[in-house]
């Protein structure tokens, strides 16, 4: 966290710092700061519906499976790897031929 964020995080200094402030302005900021905090809380619980959705289709899939007596594992492992492959050597270029 910045310092100047940290420094937010501090009772003392937020009563300091109001002191110097107008209610008007402050009242700005906490409406500012509102909004930040309801656009966070609206994110994660995005991301926690995706990951909820997420793992209710891999429980689904994994069920499916089970289901038709494979077991998940078995899938993993038989999947060949496509990145794996060894290019094949080449001559090294500007060689030059004995006589």
Do not use: C, H, W
Not at 1 to 16: E, F, G, H, P, V
């Amino acid at each position: 966290m910045s310092k100047n964020l940290s420094s937010l995080n501090n009772i003392r200094t937020l009563r300091a710092e109001a002191r110097n402030m107008a209610l008007d302005m402050l009242e700005e900021l906490r409406q500012k700061l509102e909004t930040v905090v309801n656009e966070r809380r609206e994110e994660e619980n995005a991301r926690a519906a995706e990951a909820r959705e997420k793992a209710e289709k891999l429980a689904f899939y994994q069920e499916l499976l089970m289901e038709e007596g494979i077991n998940p594992a078995e899938l993993v492992n038989s999947a060949s790897p496509l990145g794996n492959r060894q290019k094949e050597t080449r001559k090294a270029s500007g060689e030059i031929p004995l006589q």
